[in-house]
Every structure is written in structure tokens, then in C-alpha cells.
């Protein structure tokens, strides 16, 4: 049973790799493999406004920096993230966590 | 998630400057030497028994970065301990130049020959014909001024061929001479407290102009700050030529043409004033000159503004009533209003109109703030007065430089110096920290055969670089992050950067001491960059310190705050004499600058139509239909550097320039082509990525390219002149302030590039337009 998830607030992800390279450097992952990978959407019109977004996703290497949490740390992922949008939450508290900010807001169990 | 919980592990996250974590020792520490930005981050670096940098963190007692850290710094292991560091000096016969034929040298040897060169050139031609070349800021600014006004006795010190000084020089000197002082977006980064001083109040507006801060970082500025502020409410008008995210996310996008901003300022001042959106009490009490700032706005009515920059009326109307009326509102502007012939114009214009808002030094606004200090600071104990300065390039031509505005030297003035001889000969350069053939040069292959006529050529860096490999005959090999200690004065707090361990690569606080023993003793009187940081703490003039401080305890204490306050020039904050106002003759900040007006310049905002432009020449512009923006950042390089990093090229292989897809229909152009950038004056490549809305004609080519992985020593070193976009851009057409350069509104065509396709040594697949990401 996972006890915590990766809460994303995705509306401010501004796609500027910071998870990707310092998950790669903690989890020693080749160049070509991914422990978390930032998707795009956009930019495009949608019913005439603009929509840019990212979303990073953990992949099957994601064990949300299990030994990092147990040593106090923040996972790689959160600790450098430069919109400070990612967040490692308690099961039982992501849905007021996602309640709590408002729109564009997902959640992992990696 | 409105404020994410910054809660710290104080076990793991200590206020001391350094401890040990198992095998590691940690120390927090200041990133601020390249590779690398502005920005000068706080830092954990990871090092092992033996002192080698195995691991980076950001650092989340670091105060407004709190442990954040972006792409680049996280590969600051990777950049120090990467296989091609230079380590020892090596010398090069000048006959030799561009080829292969280095030799490895001693330290001692390496000073030796260069203080011989600098006695000989200086009974020759005089010392004045020596110039020091410097980078972009960061630990390497003031060390140029120091080597060349001090060691080398010479008022020559300049950037890379950096054509009319245009990096924030332009915006410095108009905001020193308007309002006596630099003004910035606040993000609460003066502040101890931070977002939470209950003195801070989030701006209702945000007005991004001309940059793109969440990848630029430039000048101290976090630009995620800026995502924290919407976090908190801040809504944003971006005005861009080009889709951005930050563009996306805007409550209003004015893409406006290349090289049109001063107009599209001014007729934003046109519907305020018009409007009577402007702020009484401040224009009233605290401005000089608005009367004439409102008969010269009477000149860009909306209509005409709309024809110029290409906005539709509707929308400058409607985006500078919400600026004006939003209250605080703030600008965060950059780097592009630089790279117009006349870009002052257009710096003058958006002083105007957040003076004439009341958005000056009010929480929120555009703050008052101190920068570079602690390095003037250091500049001073070396440098204790500069010969020639009457002599120094372009202090002739430009009053604004003989009156001090700057202390750099012209690059352009030097150019021709170094092709004709005059005013004076120049016989030697000392290259601190400068890749220009790759990166600010305007013109390159004419700044490199300028270069290649002087007798010697000195360059300092980390790696051979094209600038290195095509004109040095000696290169000293610089100390990295890690390796040096240095001390960073920028807003707040002040902080030092500490040496964890020591390489055979030296820092310039290193070399300036070495080379003042051998050249002129009596202005480097210390042994070592530690007992030069202590005699300057020692010697502050630039901020007020208690007692008991020292460099040591700045070190221990990590950060030193200083007092800050809201509206200064109320308080008497401002002015030597202590009298309340702005830093000015008047004491006003003036809308009309009297400095400007004494040196025979306009001192009102004005804009002036780019040359060459569709407008100025329509017959150029027929043959080269489309404006070239350069100078977009992108997540994975600062500048030139980083290119040889391999997990930054996994990410950005090749040089990207976006244009829409009506455009690469027009020319037959795929996305991920490599397509041939032209004009009269030269050529780049680089592989066409779309971005789905952009001013019309417009295309927007990175900078700052070239390939480690290619041969250095050819006539094309590192394949730079496949790649340099600056190639398209002339040195010598500076604005007439002297400031002010035509980087951003180069006219071109394009082709597609059937027979370029360089390799990168890799065996990870690269598809150039999976990997796109503008």
C-alpha cells in the first residue's frame, strides 16, 4: 500500500526541466531513460484563448525518492522545482490538497 | 497551493556554512562563477574526501530561492569536473594562432611572459594600447576593471565587441541619469522577510516587456519570482513578438514588431495622460519636465502607434488602462530595448511611464535598489585612479561616456582601432572570461581578423573555446565555483562564495594579485584572494557594517542583511546631502533629463524607426523580407556556455529558430530543417521549430552557438561561424548616446539548408522535432 503521492499544481509548471535532470542525477538514470518526464500541451488555441501547459509525469523509476524521505529530505523532483508547484502528500490528504488548489491540479501514486 | 509550506528540516538543513553528511561534506555556498547566470543561487555543494564537487542541491535556507534550483546549476558537477578543463597555462608561438600547436607552461612562466608583453607594449605605445575584454557580469565584472585601470595602468577596459555596450548598459545609464538610480521589479528580494513583510504588497499588474524572465534570469532577477507573484494574484500584459508560456498565461499578449517598443511606450503614455490616468500627486511633487513629456506624447496618437508596432488600437488602449489604473503596478523589463540602435528611447519611455503610474519605489512597483556594491567596493582597493581616462574609446565622441556614465570602453571605436590605427594603435588584449567570437561580438569574423593584427592576445577561461583556439597566444586556465572564493553584493543579502578545494586553475582575484607583483607591485599588496576580501570589509563605503564584521564572519553567517525602505526619496535615502528627492540635478525624477539635454541628446522619450527596417528600407527589406530577433534564452545554456555539457545538448542538440508555420510554408521549410539565416552581411544555420503565433515576418534565431564536440583548430573553430546568428548583425551602428545596438532588428531571408547536417557524438536518439520545446 503507497502511503504518499505526487501532488502536481500544473497551472504553474513552466516546463523548465528542473525535475527531469535532478532526477536523473539522484537515481543515476541514463540519458535516454526517465524517472520523471515533462509533457506539453500547446501552445494552441481552445476556443480562442490561448492554452500552454506542462505536466511532468513519474514513470516506473519513481519510487517518490523513498531513501530522501526517509533521511527528512524532499524528493529531488519537489526539493528543486522552480515554479515550487510539486508537492509529496500524505494518501488521505491529496483530495483536499487538490481541493485546495483550485483548478489544473493533479496527483500521482507513482 | 497558493504559498507552498516551506517547511525546513533543520537536522539536514543547517545555518552553518558547512558540516558533513556521512562521507560528504556539505557546504552552503553561492553559485555565481560559469558556467552559469546572474543569479548567484544558494547552493549545497556535495564534496568527498578528496574535495571533488560529486553532487549540487539548491540550498532551502537560501532566502527567495529557498531551494529551488534550475537545469544548468544542477549540472555544475558535470561542468567541473568535465574531461576537457584546462588546468595548467599553456602558450602558443603567435605565428601559430588557430593551429595546434600549444604548449603546457608553469604559472610563474605564464606571468612572466605576459607582464614582459605589458612592459613592452606600454613603453611602445603607451599603456592605452592594451584593452581588457570582459564577459557578462557575475565573479569576473570588477576583476576587468582592476587588471586593466590598476595592474596593466590602461583605461581600456570593454566587453567582447559587445556593439554599443547593449546589455542593460543602455537601461543603467538612462535610469541613472532619470532617477538617479536603478529600479526594479519588486518581488520582495530586498526584504528579510520576504513576501511576508507586512510592508510588501503583490503588484496588481505585471507588464513584462521585452524579455522572458522565467528563462532569462537576467541581472539578479529570479524570474520565477514572477510565477510566485501569480501565485499570489498577479496578473500579467506581456509584450512580446513571440508566444511565450508566461505570454499564454497573460491577461493581455501585444505582440508587437521588432525594434517598435519606444512607440508602443509612448502611446500607452498618449491614452494615460489623454485619459488623466496619471498619478497627480507624484507627477505634481516629484517629476520634472511632465509638461513636456505630455506635448512629445501628443505626437503618438494610438492610431499612428497602432501602424508603427502592428498592435491594434483596441488593445493598446485597453492594456495601458489597466496598467495605469492597477495600483501597485510593475514592469519587469529587459534586455531587447537594449539591442536597438536606439533603445534609449524606448528606456526613457517605460521610466516615464512608471513615474507618471506612482509605481516609483513603492511596494510593488519598481524599486530603488543597490547593485554590484561590495564589488565597488573591491574595484576601489585595487584601482585608485585611472590614467587616460580622457583617452578611453568613444569618451571623445559620446558625452554621456565622458561625463562617466559608463567606465567602459568602446568596442566599436576599438575595432577600427585595431583595423586603421586610429585614434591610437591597440597591441594587446587581455580576454577575461570573454567567448565574444561566439557570443557578443556583433560582426565576429571582423572582430577575429581586428584581433588577430595585435602582438599579443591573452585569454582566461575554463575550456578552449572558438575565441581561445582562433587568437590567444596565452590562455590561463580559470578556477570554477568550488575552486574560488569570491563575495556577491546584488540587492539582498550580501553573501560570499566559498573555496571548498584548490586545482592547478586559478581565480582572477588570484591572477590580478600574481600579475600586480610582477607589474606593479604597490597596487596589490596582498598574497592571497582571502586577505584581499578581508582588507575590503575593512574598507566598505558602500553599506554600513558593525564592528566586529570581516570577511571570515560574513562566511560563517552565510548572509548580511541591510536596512531597506519604501519610497526613499522621501525619506532623504537618496542624496549625498541628505536632502529628500531623487539622485538627480533637479532632485526630481525627470520625465526630461537634464544630463541627456547637456549632452545634446534628446531628453524626452522618442522612437525612431530601426535602420534597416520594411519602413526605413523598403528596397533592403524586399530582398530580406523578414526581422531576425537574436538573444532568446532557453532553459539549457547561459549564453555560450554549456554547449559542452552533454546533458543539456541531450536536451537542446542543435541552434533553434522559430518562426510560424505561415512563414516556413512561404519559404518550403519543415519543422526541424536546418534552415540558412542571410543578409547582406553574413549567414547562420540553425533547425526552424514553430512556434504558433509570432509578430508578422518575424523570426527569432538563439545565440551564442558553437560546437566543443567539432575541431578547434580550423579556420572555422568549433564550427562557430556555421552557427554564430551575430554574424548577421554590424558592429559600429550604436545609437547616438553611444549606447544601443541593432542586435534585434536584422532584417533577413531564409532558405531551407540542404547540405548541413552536423553530428553529435551520442548514441541517444534525437529527433530535432520530438525534442522541441520553445
Known amino acids: 500500500m503507497k502511503t504518499h503521492g505526487l501532488l502536481i499544481d500544473f497551472k504553474y509548471c513552466t516546463g523548465c526541466h528542473a525535475c527531469e535532470i535532478a532526477c536523473k542525477n539522484e537515481h543515476d538514470i541514463a540519458m535516454d531513460e526517465w524517472g520523471i518526464k515533462v509533457f506539453e500541451f500547446g501552445p494552441q488555441k481552445l476556443k480562442g484563448k490561448w492554452a500552454w501547459d506542462y505536466l511532468p509525469m513519474p514513470t516506473d523509476l519513481c519510487d517518490l525518492c523513498t531513501e530522501r524521505r526517509e533521511a527528512g529530505k524532499k524528493p529531488a523532483c519537489v526539493h528543486h522545482c522552480l515554479a515550487d508547484c510539486m508537492a509529496v502528500v500524505p494518501v488521505e490528504e491529496i483530495s483536499a490538497r487538490m481541493q485546495e488548489a483550485g483548478d489544473k491540479v493533479v496527483s500521482y501514486i507513482p | ?774
Not at chain 2, 489597466?322 to 519587469?332: D, G, H, I, L
Not at chain 2, 561566439?438 to 582566461?460: E, F, H
Not at chain 2, 572558438?466 to 570554477?480: G, K, N, Q, R
Open chain 2, 1 to 774: 497551493m497558493a504559498k507552498c509550506p516551506r517547511k525546513i528540516n533543520d537536522e539536514l538543513y543547517r545555518d552553518e556554512w558547512q558540516w558533513q553528511e556521512g562521507d560528504l561534506t556539505v557546504t552552503r555556498n553561492t553559485q555565481w562563477s560559469g558556467p552559469g547566470c546572474h543569479n548567484g543561487c544558494g547552493v549545497l555543494h556535495y564534496t568527498d574526501k578528496d574535495g571533488k564537487l560529486v553532487k549540487i542541491e539548491g540550498d532551502p535556507k537560501s532566502p527567495m530561492f529557498n531551494g529551488r534550483l534550475c537545469m544548468r546549476c544542477l549540472a555544475v558537477p558535470e561542468a567541473e569536473n568535465h574531461p576537457n578543463r584546462i588546468y595548467h597555462p599553456m602558450r602558443r608561438d603567435p605565428k601559430d594562432r588557430g593551429k595546434d600547436k600549444w604548449e603546457e607552461i608553469g604559472w610563474d612562466e605564464a606571468y612572466d611572459a605576459i607582464a614582459s608583453e605589458v612592459k613592452r607594449v606600454s613603453a611602445e605605445y603607451g599603456a592605452k594600447a592594451i584593452f581588457t575584454m570582459v564577459g557578462t557580469g557575475r565573479n569576473a565584472g570588477w576583476q576587468a576593471h582592476a587588471l586593466c585601470n590598476s595592474i596593466f595602468d590602461s583605461p581600456n577596459v570593454g566587453f567582447g565587441f559587445l556593439s554599443g555596450e547593449s546589455c542593460y548598459v543602455p537601461r543603467i545609464a538612462a535610469m541613472a541619469m532619470m532617477g538617479g538610480a536603478i529600479q526594479v521589479m519588486d518581488c520582495a528580494q530586498v526584504l528579510e522577510q520576504g513576501y511576508d513583510d507586512p510592508e510588501y504588497v503583490v503588484p496588481e499588474i505585471c507588464l513584462i516587456w521585452a524579455n522572458n524572465p522565467i528563462v532569462s534570469n537576467a541581472d539578479g532577477f529570479l524570474g520565477h519570482w514572477v510565477v510566485d507573484l501569480m501565485k499570489m494574484g498577479m496578473k500579467l500584459i506581456v509584450v512580446d513578438p513571440r508566444m511565450s508560456w508566461l505570454g499564454a498565461q497573460a491577461e493581455m499578449q501585444l505582440m508587437l514588431r521588432p525594434g517598435t517598443d519606444a512607440a508602443l511606450a509612448l502611446g500607452f503614455m498618449n491614452v494615460i495622460i489623454n485619459e488623466d490616468l496619471y498619478d497627480h500627486e507624484f507627477v505634481e511633487k516629484w517629476t520634472y519636465g511632465f509638461d513636456e513629456l505630455k506635448e512629445r506624447v501628443r505626437d503618438y496618437p494610438v492610431d499612428k502607434v497602432a501602424e508603427i508596432t502592428g498592435v491594434p488600437v483596441e488593445k493598446i488602449v485597453a492594456a495601458a488602462r489597466r496598467y495605469a489604473t492597477a495600483k501597485p503596478a510593475t514592469v519587469q523589463w529587459g534586455l531587447k530595448l537594449d539591442q536597438q540602435t536606439d533603445g534609449m528611447g524606448a528606456t526613457q519611455a517605460l521610466q516615464c511611464l512608471w513615474a507618471i503610474t506612482g509605481n516609483v519605489d513603492v511596494p510593488g512597483g519598481n524599486i530603488i535598489v543597490n547593485t554590484g556594491y561590495i564589488q565597488n567596493d573591491a574595484r576601489r582597493l585595487v584601482v585608485k585612479h585611472v590614467t587616460d581616462v580622457d583617452e578611453r574609446f568613444g569618451n571623445d565622441l559620446f558625452p554621456l561616456r565622458k561625463m562617466g556614465v559608463t567606465e567602459m570602453s568602446s568596442t566599436d571605436i576599438l575595432i577600427e582601432a585595431l583595423e586603421t590605427g586610429k585614434p591610437y594603435p591597440v597591441k594587446m588584449l587581455y580576454l577575461q572570461s570573454t567567448n565574444c567570437l561566439a557570443n557578443m561580438a556583433a560582426d565576429p569574423q571582423r572582430c577575429m581578423k581586428g584581433m588577430l593584427t595585435c602582438d599579443t592576445i591573452v585569454v582566461s577561461d575554463y575550456y578552449m573555446t572558438p575565441t581561445a583556439a582562433a587568437t590567444a597566444d596565452i590562455f590561463l586556465p580559470l578556477a570554477m565555483s568550488t575552486e574560488r572564493v569570491g563575495c556577491r553584493g546584488w540587492y539582498n543579502p550580501l553573501r560570499t562564495i566559498n573555496k571548498i578545494h584548490e586545482t592547478e586553475a586559478r581565480s582572477d582575484e588570484q591572477i590580478i594579485i600574481d600579475l600586480g607583483k610582477r607589474v606593479n607591485p604597490e597596487a596589490t599588496p596582498w598574497n592571497t584572494p582571502e586577505e584581499f576580501w578581508e582588507d575590503v570589509m575593512t574598507h566598505l563605503e558602500t553599506i554600513k557594517v558593525p564592528e566586529d564584521f570581516s570577511y571570515k564572519k560574513l562566511q560563517e553567517d552565510m548572509y548580511f542583511w541591510q536596512p531597506t525602505a519604501y519610497r526613499k526619496y522621501e525619506k532623504g535615502l537618496l542624496r549625498s546631502d541628505g536632502e529628500e528627492g531623487f539622485n538627480t540635478p533637479t532632485g526630481l525624477f525627470e520625465l526630461k533629463s537634464t544630463m541627456l539635454e547637456a549632452a545634446g541628446l534628446d531628453p524626452l522619450p522618442y522612437y525612431k524607426e530601426p535602420d534597416p527596417s520594411p519602413v526605413s528600407n523598403p528596397e533592403y527589406a524586399a530582398e530580406y523580407p523578414l526581422i531576425c530577433t537574436t538573444g532568446r534564452r532557453s532553459w539549457e545554456f547561459f549564453h555560450s556556455e554549456h554547449r559542452n555539457l552533454r546533458s543539456m545538448r541531450e536536451f537542446h542538440r542543435w541552434p533553434r529558430v522559430e518562426m510560424t508555420q505561415e512563414v516556413a510554408d512561404r519559404y518550403g521549410i519543415k519543422e526541424g530543417d536546418w534552415v540558412l539565416i542571410e543578409n547582406a552581411q553574413g549567414s547562420a544555420r540553425e533547425v526552424c521549430v514553430i512556434n504558433p503565433k509570432m509578430a508578422p515576418d518575424t523570426i527569432c534565431a538563439e545565440h551564442g552557438w558553437w560546437f566543443p564536440e567539432q575541431e578547434a583548430h580550423s579556420s572555422n573553430p568549433f564550427g562557430v561561424f556555421d552557427v554564430n546568428i551575430n554574424q548577421l548583425v554590424p558592429m559600429c551602428k550604436e545609437g547616438p548616446s553611444g549606447f544601443g545596438a541593432p542586435y534585434t532588428t536584422q532584417m533577413c531571408r531564409i532558405s531551407k539548408c540542404e547540405d548541413f547536417d552536423p553530428e553529435y557524438p551520442s548514441d541517444v536518439p534525437y529527433d530535432n522535432v520530438a525534442h522541441f520545446s520553445l
